[in-house]
Nanobody, 123 residues
Framework: QVQLVESGGGLAQTGGSLRLSCASSGLIFRYYSMGWFRQTPGKEREFVAGIRQDGDNTLYVDSVKGRFTISRDNAGNTAYLQMNTLKPEDTAVYFC????????????????WGQGTQVTVSE
């Protein structure tokens, strides 16, 4: 059984930081690119960040560049999203996802998904 489990969400103030984790099991983690998406009610699921299998290539949506950092620990089968300088517009449910074919900004390209973790940024 493939599982992706997000953790680390919660409440932060504007300008604060949170670190999300995505623990994986049931797949050969190093074969998969990992992505982070976020979604708010009534909106499409939005690509936030992606990282290649070996970790040497990353991609970010413009709105988080310079503030968020995606990383991975293949030995620990875990992906991370470090979120700094948080803004209220970052409030969303954040999902991690695994893609066998590579990084994509399209949610449809990902094979497996976690359950999501809520991030709320207050003023």
């Amino acid at each position: 059984q493939v599982q992706l489990v997000e953790s680390g969400g919660g409440l932060a103030q504007t300008g604060g930081s949170l670190r999300l984790s995505c623990a994986s099991s049931g797949l050969i983690f190093r074969y998969y690119s990992m992505g982070w998406f976020r979604q708010t009610p009534g909106k499409e699921r939005e690509f936030v960040a992606g990282i290649r299998q070996d970790g040497d290539n990353t991609l970010y949506v413009d709105s988080v560049k310079g503030r968020f950092t995606i990383s991975r620990d293949n030995a620990g089968n875990t992906a991370y999203l470090q979120m700094n300088t948080l803004k209220p517009e970052d409030t969303a449910v954040y999902f991690c996802a695994a893609s066998f074919l590579g990084i994509s900004t399209s949610a449809s390209a990902y094979n497996y998904w976690g359950q999501g973790t809520q991030v709320t940024v207050s003023e």
